[in-house]
């Protein structure tokens, strides 16, 4: 079949036949006719098919087959991959260089239900955060890392990324899992389990969760989409991440920390290792309702969220318990510093509005180098409700 792709094909069952060595390169037959040895009942064989390269078709994923993503597989613009409902797509544990990206114009609609989900996880036999890379979405809607219409370019695949576009369309995502992603590059990239970078609002993101990550669970580069019903459970970086300009929604989110993890959210305005070079310039702004982190207890340490660099936001109905720290607010002095943070908070850029927290020492840390009350910055402390992650996280995640 010819498709500029490369795929490579690997038989569950092979024909009752036998074959000589000789130094001729061996040949691979796919029976796919009528099943051989159950009986002659008219099925056809399932295949298992390794899955890699660059796609510049669509793909369609058959529900009979078995399919292993054994290195990076990229669909290129105008192509959509295409994955039905209930289907478990391996991962070849060989780190950070097998990975799903979908680039710049491409879709994937990958649309699952709570009986039915879609997971993407790891072949070992005893499976291990990091063991592959994740899945990657590229759109064109606006980061604050370059200016306009220019692009930037991706930490895992170099695909660019970015552009004007707010409700630029990458696809489905509903009813997925991503489990023991986020294998490292090298010493300062590394893959997440879903990697949102410059996508547009028209992209539809809901009921997601990364489970058992090596680095962050979701990661927004910039970008407008929006997400619900969003799970991370046991990352060991940050659960929830975003940068360069993120303005998306994030509603019912629920944070479970593991034995090793970081942050339940780190916030920044813009990503420091680029710089905010966007022009007008702009700062992260997600809004985040109904959110729920829970940590390892206040002895362990850690802050619950890092807001920093500049990073706005609106956060409303939060339940934070198990943590040293809740709010940890950094950046420098001044509506003109290059980390606005604290003064978000003095004109209502930066603000949480009922939030509950259980086993916290302290509430908020502010080291922003403004001045203001903690009731400037927090309403409504005790009405904060846990998002119903027992209701809607139920049966298709990983608890």
């Known amino acids: 079949m010819k498709n500029n792709l490369i795929l490579g094909f690997a038989i569950i069952t092979m024909l009752a036949t036998s074959c000589t060595s000789d130094d ?41 087959n078995s399919y292993v993503v054994n290195g990076p597989l990229i669909m290129t613009s105008g192509t959509t ?11 070849l544990a060989a780190g950070a260089n097998v990975y ?26 005893s499976p291990a955060a990091g063991d592959w890379g994740g899945l990657i979405l590229l759109g064109k809607a606006p980061i604050n890392s370059v200016s306009g219409a220019a ?45 949102f970078y ?32 969003v799970s991370v459970v046991n990352a060991q970086d940050d659960s929830i991440d975003w940068t360069e300009g993120f303005s998306g929604t994030i509603t019912n989110a629920y944070v479970k920390h593991g034995s090793e993890h970081d942050k339940g959210i780190e916030a ?3 990503n420091t290792d680029i710089g905010n070079n966007s022009n007008p310039i ?19 340490g850690n802050e619950a969220i890092r807001l920093r660099a500049g990073s706005q936001g609106v956060f409303t109905n939060v339940y934070i318990e198990g943590f040293e720290e809740g709010f940890d607010l950094d950046g420098d002095a001044g509506s003109g510093s290059s980390n606005p943070t604290g003064t978000g908070v003095l004109n209502g850029d930066l603000s949480v509005t009922d939030v509950t927290f259980t086993d916290v020492i302290l509430i908020l840390k502010n080291d922003t180098g403004e001045t203001f009350a903690e009731t400037d910055f927090i309403s409504g402390v005790g009405n904060g409700v846990a998002t119903d992650y027992a209701t809607w996280g139920a049966g298709w995640t990983n608890q």
């Open 282 to 300: 702009f700062f992260s702004k997600p809004t985040v309702n109904n959110l729920a982190i829970y940590g390892n207890g206040s002895g362990t």
């Open 198 to 229: 410059g996508v547009g609002n028209g992209t539809l993101i809901e009921y997601i969760q990364a489970f058992e990550g090596k680095d962050d669970g979701v990661e927004f580069f910039g970008g407008t989409v929006n997400a619900s019903f």
């Open 81 to 91: 991959l295409t994955i039905p409902a209930g289907m478990t797509i391996e991962a």
């Open 24 to 64: 001729t390169a061996d040949i691979i037959i796919n029976d796919n006719s009528i099943t051989n040895n159950n009986g002659g009942n008219g099925l056809t064989d399932p295949e298992t098919i390794f899955l890699s390269g660059t796609y510049t078709a669509d793909l369609n994923l058959d529900a009979n």
């Open 100 to 125: 799903i990206a979908i680039s710049q114009g491409a879709r994937i609609v990958a649309n699952g239900t709570a009986n039915n989900p879609i997971i993407f996880t790891s072949d070992a036999s």
């Open 151 to 195: 692009t930037a370019t991706s930490e895992i695949a170099s695909l660019p990324y970015g552009g004007t576009s707010v409700s630029d369309d990458s696809g489905i995502l509903r009813y997925v899992r991503v489990d023991y992603s986020g294998g490292a590059a090298d010493g300062q990239s590394e893959n997440n389990g879903f990697s």
């Open 268 to 270: 920044d305005g813009y």
